[in-house]
């Protein structure tokens, strides 16, 4: 029935259908640029998967279209279920471009390697080898052994990547962001140096040199236009998590071609410690003129009581694009915010809700608490285990951090590139 009416193009298209009017509006944009402006449960992914489907659908090769996601697996989820509306089985997962700014930066270096100035043999450090390197020059430098403590590995590495991604000065950071760091700017300075060079020497990149080198290729007319001649359409998720570099890159990739659409929330941007900016966002129709902007507020995932609280709080910012979250659902608990002296009375006031909720019928399975950060758990597993209370945790170590995977993730990079000293390093202390 919900075909009726609809053009004949559309009734090729079925899963049109399902979207609601902005939704839809969103899809068919067409040619040029687009800044998507999705509320939280608007149902973005659905719509991001229709829009590749739209693109196929209307003759796009999918090999020519870049999908940058802060997640390979929100790529490789579009790239499924546009898969599944187009009927192409699985041909579009091995074409369409998918896949993080890092790992695609990764992927274009490798074919562009000698115009960036690099060996193909290049490996890559994650952020915990690129501390031991960064530790590895401050002992060098006898950094280390000062009266005065120096600033941690970690610490060090947290405010490199800051001037390189934020493209701020050191003094700048240093004072913002790290002021009682700043009495050992001329030191970092020189470890920051020595650090650069010494990475040059091993043939390693780490991940901020993926965009860095990235940003540097497009900003050259000849490699932009070779670049960017590879892709018809891009399209970039949590856009109000990027950074200065990124915007840059993207404005590089489309000077020749103004395909592309930008998706993101300005009220959930929460990357701000990685540099990243909402400005970003906000200032996407000046850096793209003529761009169409697109609001999905319809939510599907929550209910109008949490909406409207959402709303209200979200209404206190002084700039943003404006949206009020709604839906069909308007029954539902008003939030509630509780206030715990310490965390022992937080732990007692959650195992006494579970269990008045458990009383009432809604089994343990169904009862969910959330944390920020995996360790904040540590004290109310303790109490839930007094209490014989049973639980399943999820999160901990990532996958690539396990010890057992970064130790043989060494050995693959030792043969890859034999001047790679931290994963030699790492090696030989086995």
């Known amino acids: 029935d919900r075909l009726i009416g609809m053009s004949p193009e559309s009734q090729d298209m079925p899963w049109l259908a399902e979207l609601n009017p902005d939704q839809r509006k969103a899809v068919t944009h067409g040619e040029g640029p687009i800044l998507v402006v999705a509320g939280a449960g608007s149902g973005k992914t659905k719509t991001l998967a229709c829009w590749v489907a739209w693109l196929i659908a209307k003759g796009a090769d999918p090999a020519r279209i870049l999908l940058l996601t802060f997640t390979r697996r929100a790529a490789e989820e579009m790239v499924k279920r546009a898969t599944a509306m187009t009927g192409q089985g699985g041909s579009l997962s091995g074409k369409v471009w998918g896949g993080t700014f890092h790992s695609t930066a990764n992927r274009l270096l490798r074919i562009y390697a000698k115009a960036a100035g690099l060996d193909n043999d290049f490996t890559v450090m994650d952020e915990a080898d690129a501390a031991d390197l960064l530790n590895v020059v401050r002992h060098e430098l006898d950094l280390a052994s000062r009266d005065k403590r120096f600033p941690k590995k970690s610490t060090c590495l947290a405010i490199y990547s800051r001037c390189v991604n934020g493209a701020e000065d050191l003094e700048l950071v240093l004072g913002r962001f790290f002021p009682w760091c700043a009495m050992w700017q001329n030191e970092l300075k020189a470890l920051f140096k020595a650090y650069v060079e010494k990475k040059l020497q091993r043939n390693v990149l780490d991940y901020d040199d993926l965009l860095i080198y990235w940003e540097q290729l497009v900003s050259d007319d000849a490699m932009a236009a070779e670049i960017g001649k590879r892709f018809d359409h891009i399209l970039v998720d949590e856009y109000q998590d990027t950074n200065p570099v990124q915007s840059r890159i993207l404005a590089g990739m489309r000077r020749f071609n103004k395909n592309i659409m930008v998706v993101g929330d300005d009220a959930q941007s929460i990357y701000s410690f990685r540099a990243a900016t909402v400005r970003n966002m906000l200032d996407f129709p000046k850096q793209f003129p003529g761009t169409e902007v697109v609001t999905l507020s319809q939510n599907y995932r929550s209910v109008m009581p949490i909406l409207e609280s959402t709303n209200l709080v979200i209404a206190q910012s002084k700039?943003?694009?404006?949206?009020?979250?709604?839906?069909?659902?308007?029954?539902?608990?008003?939030?509630?915010?509780?206030?715990?002296?310490?965390?022992?009375?937080?732990?007692?006031?959650?195992?006494?809700?579970?269990?008045?909720?458990?009383?009432?019928?809604?089994?343990?399975?169904?009862?969910?608490?959330?944390?920020?950060?995996?360790?904040?758990?540590?004290?109310?597993?303790?109490?839930?285990?007094?209490?014989?209370?049973?639980?399943?945790?999820?999160?901990?170590?990532?996958?690539?951090?396990?010890?057992?995977?970064?130790?043989?993730?060494?050995?693959?990079?030792?043969?890859?590139?034999?001047?790679?000293?931290?994963?030699?390093f790492r090696i030989l202390q086995l």
Not at 337 to 362: N, P, R, W
């Open 319 to 424: 700039e943003r694009f404006t949206k009020n979250l709604w839906s069909t659902r308007t029954t539902g608990q008003r939030p509630r915010m509780v206030i715990c002296e310490d965390e022992a009375s937080q732990d007692e006031f959650v195992i006494k809700t579970v269990l008045e909720h458990y009383e009432q019928g809604i089994p343990l399975r169904k009862q969910a608490v959330l944390f920020r950060t995996g360790h904040h758990s540590d004290s109310l597993e303790i109490a839930l285990t007094r209490k014989n209370i049973a639980y399943h945790k999820y999160g901990g170590l990532r996958f690539l951090e396990a010890a057992h995977v970064k130790d043989l993730v060494s050995f693959l990079r030792v043969i890859e590139n034999p001047r790679d000293e931290i994963a030699w």
